[in-house]
């Protein structure tokens, strides 16, 4: 009956599952139609019926109790499965007092389902009446988008388990004397049809499902273990970071410094190594929470990096507040820097901003010399961009950091 993870084919007659099952997963129907049926004294009831585009077996995800109705398909019908994980994540981040009152909407859809002792004629049953409540997944509500949806969390949930996904190094650069000081992290999907996947394609709907945790476990780490291969082309005294991305997902959770302290410690790298990049937008979720995790990461010996510093809700107070130890500078007000006052002149604001706080500026986005000059004049101390390379897998990175290494030790028997 299961033809993949994604999808499964229900031939007429079939039982989708029965009344009392424990719930592993909600249903979309993408095609057919089904009975909803309770048991009555040994009979079968039915009470309503669902065709394409409905959602049926979420009461049982939401509640966790036993499934309140047995599902038969009334035709040959496909449906797309919904998985626990993805529906838990989403009500977890809902409202508490929406999340209270769904409690006690379902509670009394139950009473009501325990009520029912007759058949509902088949017209009313397929019209919804006196059954229990529908959504309908219809393309004016969104429904091709939230399958689409549905469809890249089971894609990325399977590639999670496959280990489908790289990373890629981007280094970032003294402006003052050219050596890497050390890489930014990036994550890529190795789609097996659509090829390598940047992560704006993924990482918003492995937040949204809850998948960017252990997303973010594998991304920390596979960080620790390419730390170690660019350490052991330094000397032992040469200092080098790796930025790692962290989503506000996991900065929320109560769970996720000591995730990071045994990953850390699993992998034998010291945590001022390691340096975590959080957004402006992280700052706004759940304030309090995140201020502890950054703190107790910071204690720990992590920097911390706010990065597109200037294009969100920047504020003096998150200044103040957070533990930042870095301000990155969005790369739009690099690339405008030679062509729009405004763009130079926040660059400017950003790195007295920097200077003042004793916090160094790193400069995104750089693609020619002169932006690299025009940055270093302003005072900016790091740069990252395509002039200096573009992301690469961990053996090219290894690479540029030999090439640097070497370029640095002939430039200072030169001096």
Same mark, same amino acid.
């Given at each position: 009956?299961?033809?993949?993870?994604?999808?499964?084919?229900?031939?007429?007659?079939?039982?989708?599952?029965?009344?009392?099952?424990?719930?592993?997963?909600?249903?979309?129907?993408?095609?057919?139609?089904?009975?909803?049926?309770?048991?009555?004294?040994?009979?079968?009831?039915?009470?309503?019926?669902?065709?394409?585009?409905?959602?049926?077996?979420?009461?049982?995800?939401?509640?966790?109790?036993?499934?309140?109705?047995?599902?038969?398909?009334?035709?040959?019908?496909?449906?797309?499965?919904?998985?626990?994980?993805?529906?838990r994540h989403r009500m977890e981040m809902a409202d508490p007092v929406l999340r209270a009152i769904l409690d006690v909407v379902l509670e009394r859809l139950r009473e009501l389902l325990s009520n029912i002792s007759e058949p509902i004629p088949a017209p009313l049953a397929m019209a919804g009446a006196n059954s229990p409540p529908r959504l309908k997944f219809s393309e004016n509500h969104g429904g091709v988008e939230a399958i689409a949806q549905l469809r890249l969390e089971h894609e990325l949930e399977q590639a999670i388990k496959n280990e489908e996904f790289e990373l890629y190094f981007?280094?970032?650069?003294?402006?003052?004397?050219?050596?890497?000081?050390?890489?930014?992290?990036?994550?890529?999907?190795?789609?097996?049809?659509?090829?390598?996947?940047?992560?704006?394609?993924?990482?918003?709907?492995?937040?949204?499902?809850?998948?960017?945790?252990?997303?973010?476990?594998?991304?920390?780490?596979?960080?620790?273990?390419?730390?170690?291969?660019?350490?052991?082309?330094?000397?032992?005294?040469?200092?080098?970071?790796?930025?790692?991305?962290?989503?506000?997902?996991?900065?929320?959770?109560?769970?996720?410094?000591?995730? =990071?302290?045994?990953? *850390?410690?699993?992998?034998? %790298?010291?945590?001022?190594?390691?340096?975590? &990049?959080?957004? !402006?937008?992280? $700052?706004?979720?759940?304030?309090?929470?995140?201020?502890?995790?950054?703190?107790?990461?910071?204690?720990?010996?992590?920097?911390?990096?706010?990065?597109?510093?200037?294009?969100?809700?920047?504020?003096?107070?998150?200044?103040?507040?957070?533990?930042?130890?870095?301000?990155?500078?969005?790369?739009?007000?690099?690339?405008?820097?030679?062509?729009?006052?405004?763009?130079?002149?926040?660059?400017?604001?950003?790195?007295? =901003?920097?200077?003042? *706080?004793?916090?160094?500026? %790193?400069?995104?986005?750089?693609?020619?010399? &002169?932006?690299? !000059?025009?940055? $270093?004049?302003?005072?900016?101390?790091?740069?990252?961009?395509?002039?200096?390379?573009?992301?690469?897998?961990?053996?090219?990175?290894?690479?540029?950091?030999?090439?640097?290494?070497?370029?640095?030790?002939?430039?200072?028997?030169?001096?």
């Amino acid at each position: 009956m299961q033809d993949s993870f994604l999808r499964i084919s229900v031939p007429k007659g079939g039982t989708v599952f029965s009344q009392g099952d424990v719930a592993d997963c909600a249903y979309i129907i993408e095609r057919g139609r089904v009975a909803v049926c309770i048991e009555r004294d040994g009979e079968q009831i039915t009470i309503a019926e669902r065709g394409a585009g409905d959602l049926f077996g979420e009461m049982a995800i939401i509640d966790e109790k036993p499934r309140s109705a047995t599902i038969v398909a009334l035709e040959d019908s496909e449906l797309i499965r919904l998985t626990p994980t993805q529906l838990r994540h989403r009500m977890e981040m809902a409202d508490p007092v929406l999340r209270a009152i769904l409690d006690v909407v379902l509670e009394r859809l139950r009473e009501l389902l325990s009520n029912i002792s007759e058949p509902i004629p088949a017209p009313l049953a397929m019209a919804g009446a006196n059954s229990p409540p529908r959504l309908k997944f219809s393309e004016n509500h969104g429904g091709v988008e939230a399958i689409a949806q549905l469809r890249l969390e089971h894609e990325l949930e399977q590639a999670i388990k496959n280990e489908e996904f790289e990373l890629y190094f981007q280094p970032i650069v003294s402006l003052h004397t050219g050596e890497i000081a050390g890489f930014e992290a990036l994550t890529r999907w190795r789609h097996k049809m659509r090829g390598l996947v940047p992560p704006l394609a993924f990482i918003p709907a492995a937040e949204a499902s809850g998948l960017i945790i252990p997303l973010s476990t594998w991304c920390i780490r596979q960080a620790c273990n390419s730390l170690h291969a660019f350490r052991s082309t330094l000397p032992e005294d040469r200092e080098m970071f790796l930025a790692v991305n962290i989503s506000g997902v996991d900065l929320q959770r109560p769970d996720f410094f000591e995730r =990071l302290r045994r990953l *850390l410690a699993e992998g034998c %790298v010291d945590p001022k190594d390691i340096k975590l &990049e959080v957004t !402006e937008g992280v $700052l706004m979720k759940d304030t309090e929470q995140v201020i502890e995790t950054l703190n107790a990461c910071r204690k720990l010996g992590c920097s911390i990096a706010l990065d597109d510093f200037g294009t969100g809700f920047s504020s003096m107070s998150y200044l103040s507040k957070f533990p930042i130890d870095t301000l990155k500078i969005d790369r739009s007000f690099v690339k405008a820097l030679h062509t729009d006052h405004a763009s130079r002149n926040i660059v400017n604001a950003i790195v007295a =901003l920097g200077w003042g *706080l004793d916090t160094p500026t %790193v400069a995104e986005g750089i693609e020619t010399a &002169e932006d690299a !000059e025009a940055l $270093l004049a302003l005072g900016c101390a790091y740069g990252q961009g395509f002039y200096f390379s573009r992301p690469v897998p961990e053996r090219d990175a290894v690479l540029l950091l030999r090439k640097n290494s070497a370029q640095r030790r002939l430039a200072s028997r030169i001096g």
